[in-house]
């Protein structure tokens, strides 16, 4: 596939974890991948060396997905310097459990701010600039199916995704656009077990039937799926990604 051909996949929050992941998966399967990140500068440079070196097209981008300026220069950057945008995959996230009567203004602001407007953001750049034809999945949780305690603010967040999913689904149409969510369980990356007691992490990993914690790379094939042509019949649709936990 030449530079000219090569189709451009956008990645946020993909310095680490999950993200990290999708951008490697996506690069494999000849995207040019622009590589999202908001604090982890080091890191979000350290995939890229390793992506080129490995012989892919690889950008890192830092920008705050809850800031509409810095959204609207991370697709122009993006643009630039790989081409327009083919497949947006909205990851960035964060997670702090506590009861809901716990949670500061600043919590619940910062948690709405990454996940609702972060995905409002990039969605409503991307419905000008994504090309005809193009993929977006966004980020979910199979929380919302489970409404456990201590996740209300973390759940109302990923629930107000879900909702901007299913709707933008139907106001692309015409132009050949799907867009869909995945909905991870747990997965053992740094950002869940951080603060987790290894009972803790056996108890949730013995919750799905198939008795084990997600691995980034289950996340990241389904995002793969869905980022390619075989997909193309799926759309508006939230994929639930855990193992049979809900």
């Known amino acids: 596939m030449s530079i000219q051909d090569s189709k451009v996949a956008l990645v946020t929050g993909a310095s680490r974890g999950i993200g990290a992941v999708i951008a490697k998966q996506l690069a494999g399967e000849g995207f040019a991948v622009a590589i999202n990140y908001a604090n982890s500068a080091s890191e979000a440079s350290k995939l890229v060396v390793e992506l080129r070196q490995a012989g892919y097209r690889a950008i890192a981008i830092k920008a705050d997905v809850a800031n509409a300026e810095d959204v609207r220069r991370m697709f122009d950057e993006t643009e630039a310097q790989l081409g327009k945008i083919d497949v947006l995959v909205n990851n960035a996230g964060i997670l702090k459990v506590m009861p809901l009567a716990q949670h500061s203004d600043e919590l619940f602001e910062q948690t709405f701010n990454i996940h609702a407007r972060g995905t409002f953001n990039t969605l409503r750049e991307a419905a000008t600039r994504l090309n005809n034809g ?41 132009r050949d656009i799907t867009v869909n969510a995945v909905a991870p369980g747990p997965v053992a990356t740094e950002l869940f077990l951080h603060g987790k007691s290894e009972e803790q992490i056996q108890t949730l990993a013995k919750m799905p039937p198939l008795e084990r914690l997600g691995r980034p790379e289950d996340i990241a094939r389904v995002v793969s ?20 936990l809900v």
């Open 225 to 244: 799926f869905l980022a390619g042509p075989e997909s193309g019949w799926v759309n508006g649709q939230i994929l639930r990604v855990n193992g049979g």
């Open 134 to 174: 193009g993929r977006i999945i966004n980020f979910s949780s199979s929380t919302v199916g489970m409404n456990l305690p201590g996740y209300a603010v973390y759940i109302a967040s990923k629930a107000a995704v879900e909702s901007l999913t299913q709707v933008f689904a139907k106001e692309m149409r015409g």
